[in-house]
């Protein structure tokens, strides 16, 4: 007897099928041909004053011309960019500055996407300095410093992304920025098993606390159960009996069968970001540029302390200079004297 739902089901011809996959190219090209056409008529009708609508035209113009006319992409992002500066919408800027800078990336020009990223982090002062739509800057930031292997830095501006899109519901950054901790997350693992396996103890231990730090405001546990090395049964375990032990380090620990030591004395430390009055509060590799700084180094001899390039000393200058809002190399110190953010607690 035929089912109820079989009768309801047509047979399925091969060729149809074929050719309704086939010609979905052809669908979608029409579908941007006209997607354009429309935004191309939409500007010739929309009255110049009228920036807020054109602004988004302008995005929408973007996205097509980003497919075959790169030239064409870019310009319209800046038309759209300058458009939400002029009105005051920040929404737009941000947009226009995300989706430009993964332009950029898209073409290998790095440098100009991190410029960019700045840039925007300081029109979003200019227009609404405690707005949490800065969440688009954040994620496409941290993408890029994962990318560039400064991950302490990259994390923390992943997580900065979340906490901000939260905030203000933007539901595609939310997907961004945990898409990329979440690839972030499982190379750390992979690098702190091999530190393991090089004898690198102490090295494995720090690469596993951040992997630790970065899986515990998403509560993830699967991540490091389902691994089945040793290894990473045992890190966790050397890492709260190094850094301390927490609720979630006592989870991963209990599923690994392992209680976590009892956290040593606690060093003294500068102010943590929750406790620094700034709206971007300094991350703890910028803390250690500004001691270096306090100490008299020059940016090659804090590059050779840290390990870094140089230029990527002068990224973290930037950053100091623009969450102090300072200059200068001697006004930073000022300020962060003030702030208490390289005194002892």
């Known amino acids: ?12 011809c091969p060729e149809r099928e074929r050719l309704h996959y086939s ?48 030239e064409a992409a870019q310009t319209a992002y ?16 941000m947009l226009g500055v995300y989706y430009l800078a993964d ?24 227009i609404a300095p405690a707005s949490a739509l800065s969440c688009w800057i954040h994620a496409g930031l941290g993408a890029l410093l994962y990318e560039w292997n400064e991950l302490a830095e ?38 702190a098993l091999a530190q393991h396996h090089l004898g690198q103890a102490g090295q494995a231990v720090e690469t596993m606390a951040l992997a630790v730090s970065t899986a515990e405001p998403m509560g993830l546990i699967r991540t490091f159960a ?13 890492v709260a009996a190094r850094k301390g032990g927490s609720g979630y380090l006592s989870k991963l620990a209990a599923l690994f069968g392992e209680r976590p030591a009892s956290a040593p004395p606690a060093a003294s430390a500068p102010a943590s970001p929750a406790d620094q009055p700034l709206i971007e509060p300094l991350n703890e590799r910028e803390i250690e540029v500004l001691r270096h700084i306090s100490n008299g180094l020059s940016n090659q001899e804090i590059a050779g302390e ?16 623009d969450k102090l809002q300072v200059n200068r190399r001697t006004q930073a110190l000022a300020k962060a004297r003030e702030l208490n953010l390289l005194s002892s607690n």
């Open 103 to 126: 332009l950029y990336l898209s073409l290998g020009q790095f440098q100009q996407a991190a410029q960019l990223y700045q840039q925007g982090l300081e029109w979003r002062r200019q």
């Open 78 to 93: 800046q038309e759209a960019i300058n458009l939400g500066r002029t009105t005051g919408n920040l929404r737009i800027v």
């Open 306 to 321: 840290m390990v870094l390039a140089v230029s990527t000393v002068k990224w973290y200058l930037r950053n100091i200079y």
């Open 226 to 238: 389902d691994d089945p090395h040793p290894a990473v049964a045992a890190l966790p375990g050397q």
């Open 154 to 191: 990259a994390i923390g501006r992943l997580r900065q992304a979340l906490e901000l899109a939260q905030q203000c519901g933007e539901v595609k950054v939310l997907m961004y920025a945990r898409m990329t901790l979440a690839q972030a997350l499982q190379n750390l693992i992979i690098l």
């Open 1 to 12: 007897m035929t089912s109820g739902l079989s009768r309801f089901q047509k047979p399925v």
């Open 23 to 70: 010609l979905i190219p052809a669908r979608l090209k029409f579908i941007r041909k006209y997607k354009f056409l429309f935004s191309q008529t939409a500007l010739a009708l929309l009255p110049e004053d009228a920036a807020l609508l054109r602004s988004n035209v302008f995005l929408d113009l973007a996205g097509i011309y980003r497919n075959n006319d790169y």
